[in-house]
């Protein structure tokens, strides 16, 4: 495996739901991303972490929660959805946080459906 | 915050120029990155601008004039393939990126 992976690619659930959405990176990087993506509409950070510490929280709903284990692995864990949290998840890499051209190499999404 | 815009659509013909504007108003600045996104794919990295000026990779250039908030990306002699979304988006002095909501190019033959 190379590059930013991520699981599954596809989820339906139900507001009572409990899932996760899995993202592993190849690529030695330090710092790990989740993203949503509606449509029509820009990317909106969710949760950053930089050497494993969570170093943003953009004011996400609780019913998000995410985990990061170590530096190749995270981690959102879903509960409660609403309907409105329908969209593409991407998870996202870079070496770290910081200055300089670090770019984000994103993986391919989950694209959730929450009925 | 940052406030990100630019055009939602555009049509080009195989073989032109077209040009994506980007204009931002940011709190602190600290890169402009563009990106390409295929429908169904992963954004992937196109191009990266901190210092004022003309960076050019290949078919695709990127100007950033940070006085005037102004980006632009610049994709030459246009294949079909590069039908896609370019996503802006600008770094700010806490490392976090803002994105716009993208510009979809489609080549016609």
């Known amino acids: 495996e190379t590059g930013v992976t991520q699981t599954p690619r596809h989820l339906v659930m139900g507001m009572t739901n409990k899932k996760s959405l899995k993202c592993e990176q190849h690529?030695?990087?330090?710092?790990m991303y989740w993203y949503k993506q509606s449509a029509k509409k820009p990317l909106e950070l969710m949760f950053v972490?930089?050497?494993?510490?969570?170093?943003e929280n953009n004011s996400v709903p609780s019913r998000f929660s995410p985990e990061c284990p170590n530096s190749s692995h995270l981690f959102l864990h879903l509960h409660t959805l609403q309907p409105e949290d329908s969209a593409l998840y991407l998870c996202a890499s870079s070496q770290d946080e910081g200055s300089g051209s670090h770019e984000q190499y994103f993986g391919p999404g989950t694209r959730l459906t929450v009925t | 915050g940052q406030n990100i815009d630019q055009p939602t659509e555009m049509t080009a013909t195989e073989g032109a120029i077209v040009q994506i504007n980007c204009t931002y108003q940011?709190?602190?600045?600290?890169?402009l990155f563009w990106y390409q996104q295929h429908a169904g794919e992963a954004p992937t990295f196109l191009s990266y601008n901190v210092l004022d000026g003309l960076e050019e990779k290949g078919r695709f250039s990127s100007f950033l004039s940070r006085s005037k908030g102004y980006s632009y990306l610049l994709l030459k002699e246009l294949q079909m393939k590069d039908s896609a979304s370019y996503l802006c988006?600008?770094?700010?002095?806490?490392?976090?990126?803002?994105f716009g909501a993208g510009t979809t190019v489609t080549v016609r033959a």
């Open positions: 988006a600008v770094r700010d002095t806490d490392y976090k990126l803002s």
């Open positions: 690529l030695g990087h330090n710092a």
């Open positions: 940011t709190s602190g600045f600290n890169g």
């Open positions: 972490y930089n050497f494993k510490e969570q170093t």
